[in-house]
RNA sequence: GCCCCAGUAGCUCAGCCUGGAUAGAGCACCUGCCUUCUAAGCAGGGGGUCGUGGGUUCAAAUCCCAUCUGGGGCGCCA
């Protein structure tokens, strides 16, 4: 980390002048604890609050003073100041900036051989159905951290399971039978994950008036299970289309799966293990002959894993999946369940029964929830017809931002005005997905998301193109070893955003938690269109124009580097 | 009843993990700024009992306890 050499050394610094001072010293790590950033830079680099550092009973101000009188500036640390009761650090800025600007610039480490991987585990799509909105969400965020893991030298497993079995898929194939067997995707002109969804609408609206449908699916999913040759073809023809359709939807968020299991090859699998595990005392059973796993010492409720009927159930083929994924990767360092936070009670009941079933990697796996998306009508309905679907979301943001070009950039050709609406319509959304705390319920307003104006992603876009313009202009090229010429406020300020890169990648991964890399994009970005419109970077003074170009483009490559790690494309001219 | 999450400006949200200097953005509203590096931009303005009540601390939006409100979940759904 950037920082690191400093607080080691003001720590150091410090306790030389405590002992000088005849006051007790502390620990470097405690002390290093107590730095905080100043809250401008014009009061300094860093700051250390005094309070528990002044001897009992004297003046916390005073001692500041006292401090300041005594500490040395070193190559480091060229000034230090007192401010009521906090000591006030001032680095370098002959070698400092040039750090920070060098930094930006630094490439993120190779994954070794050797690197135990992480699997992530995201999207887990119906095959009734297409993709809707809540499902952008899981893809973005997985999106993120599968890229933040990989900055951070891991190596990724992007699996997903695929619900490809159930009632629901048979709801649709049944109304596909009954109302739509001469009709196929091709004839209809319809995405073919949009026909199967289709199709499974107009069940549930006939099963409204006509109840009997309900039994005829159930009926047709008992078929299924016999491996009826009718249904099971009809099944086949179903699943092909809404997979088909919903990696296409995939490829335009650029989600890609180094796995792919489906339910339906494993969806039984789950009952040896259990009834292994009952035949040793670890489970019990209820009146009806169920198979419950005890979980009171875990403090949760008891988890049914075969039905009183003697068939299993989801959770069972969950614990059965996760087995296998151990057994297949030994080395996995962890695996991330990406699933809406509603889950939360199933995964801490999946993860309490692998460690009662002794699976010693029980404590690798890590349910990352997310909050509901819901409208500002209130929550998604498919009944209701509220449900925004992805595929036409993205159509829509699209459509906007060509419009946008067709009123700013007339001249541009067709194609250039689509591939670029293409890059703006999708950093809106993910933008948009990211920004906020994950855990949170997220109010998904379309028209907020379509918005380019304010904390979203066309307006960091514009930035990076902004300062790229900037560059491409120029009649000189940038000069790192200028940059103790970047003295002005806003240069400060800029250097002060650019400094934090690091930590806030490092706290964006180790919390689960892209948002915080987003704001601090917006941030850094603000600052500088601040520092754009009251300064010019072209002028005069050669030397001077070296050292901003530096910091315009180290703010530009931490642009790029933060939006390819929310999953977002750039552009080079908007 | 129990568990989890949220409550900060009119609205949508950062900040809370790891306490520190006057609580920050965006949207909306009002006022300015394009003959000069991209105005999808910038500057300024109004707007906050940080749900409430206690506690800990030199210091609390941040930690602890209680409580209210909203959302999600809780043995044979996925």
Known sequence: MLLHSYHEKLAENINHTLN????????APSLIAMMVRPPSPEKGDLSIPVFKLAPNGQNPAAFAQQLVHHLKTTELFSKFDAAGPYVN????????????????????????????????????????????????????LAESMIRLFSHNGKKVIRAQVIN????????????????????????????????????????????????????EAQAMLVKWEQNDTHVRELWKKNNEWAIKGMFQTYARMGATFDVNYYESEFYQNGKDIVMQAYEKGLLKKADNGAIIVPLEKFGLPD??????????LYFTQDIYLAMKRFHDYPTLERIVYVVASEQEMHF?????????????????????????????????????????????????????????????????????????????????????????????????????????????GPY???????????????????????????????EKMLLTILSKKDEVIAAALRNYSPHVLGHYLLDLANTFNTYYHETKIIQENEKLEKARLALANAIRQTLEEGLYLLGIETLREM
């Open 20 to 27: 000088v001072l005849h006051v007790p010293t502390h620990d």
């Open 89 to 140: 650090v001032f680095f370098n800025p002959q070698t400092y900036a040039q750090k920070i600007i060098e930094n930006a610039g630094s490439v993120p480490p190779v994954p070794g051989k050797d690197v135990e991987p992480v699997m992530i585990e995201y999207a887990s799509p119906n095959t009734n159905k297409p993709l809707h909105v809540g499902h952008l969400r899981n893809l973005a």
């Open 164 to 215: 490809d079995r159930g009632v629901h898929i048979c709801k649709s194939m049944l109304a596909y039978e009954k109302w739509g067997r001469s009709t196929t995707p091709e004839s209809t002109g319809m995405k073919s994950d949009h026909f199967v969804g289709k199709w499974y609408t107009e069940f549930t609206k006939h099963a409204e008036t006509n109840p009997a449908l309900e039994e």
């Open 303 to 312: 988890k049914p894993v075969i039905r009183g009927d003697g068939t299993s």
């Open 348 to 456: 801490k009941q999946l993860f309490a029964t692998l460690k009662l079933l002794g699976v010693p990697q029980a404590e690798k796996c890590y349910h990352l929830g997310y909050g509901l998306l819901t409208l500002p009508s209130g929550k998604m309905s498919s009944r209701a017809g509220t449900v925004v679907n992805a595929d036409e979301l993205m159509d829509e943001l699209v459509q906007m931002a060509v419009e946008e070009y067709n009123k700013r950039n007339p001249e541009l050709s067709t194609s250039e005005i689509a591939r670029r609406a293409n890059v703006i319509a999708l950093s809106a959304l993910k933008f948009y997905l990211v920004k906020q705390d994950a855990k949170k319920e997220l109010v998904f307003d379309p028209k907020e998301s379509i918005s380019f104006d304010g904390q979203t």
């Open 460 to 490: 960091l876009l514009y930035t990076t193109a902004r300062i790229l313009s900037i560059l491409r202009k120029s009649t000189h090229t940038l000069d790192v070893h200028a940059a103790n010429l970047l003295t002005l406020p806003t």
